[in-house]
């Protein structure tokens, strides 16, 4: 009597690998942005990012735009999915984020401690 030869494991596992998408960064442009603005219409949206130096408040000048990305809503709900994992992974890491300035910012204690 002959054996069967069972199936191996490993074409199972290469199945489960998805290919990985290759980039080419040669020319990528490196900018930071501390604001974004998030607008749109049915068809995109469009989320404009730029440098606010006056983060406290409302900004008396204007914030200088520098990076706009106009997006398919397809495409938008794709990154929330990765932006939301990445920060919690963050979060889960170093603690939760919190966005309103205004909490981040605790008044110091003066020094002595004591008053009259």
Do not use: W
């Not at 690998?17 to 020319?27: C, E, I, T, Y």
């Not at 404009?48 to 397809?74: A, M």
Request: one cysteine or more; glycine letters at 6%.
């Amino acid at each position: 009597m002959a054996e069967e030869k069972k199936p191996e494991a490993a074409p199972a596992a290469a199945q489960q690998q998805q290919p990985q998408v290759q980039l080419d960064d040669s020319k990528v442009a490196s900018l930071y942005a501390n604001f974004c603005r998030v607008t749109g219409t049915p068809e995109e949206l469009i989320i404009d990012f730029g440098l606010n130096t006056q983060p406290v408040g409302v900004p008396e000048k204007p914030i200088p735009v520098s990076q706009r990305i106009i997006l398919n809503h397809y495409t938008a709900k794709r990154l929330l999915a990765a932006l939301s994992m990445s920060v919690q992974r963050h979060e889960a890491a170093f603690g939760v984020l919190e966005t309103d300035v205004r909490k981040r910012v605790q008044q110091q204690p003066a020094a002595g401690g004591g008053g009259k």
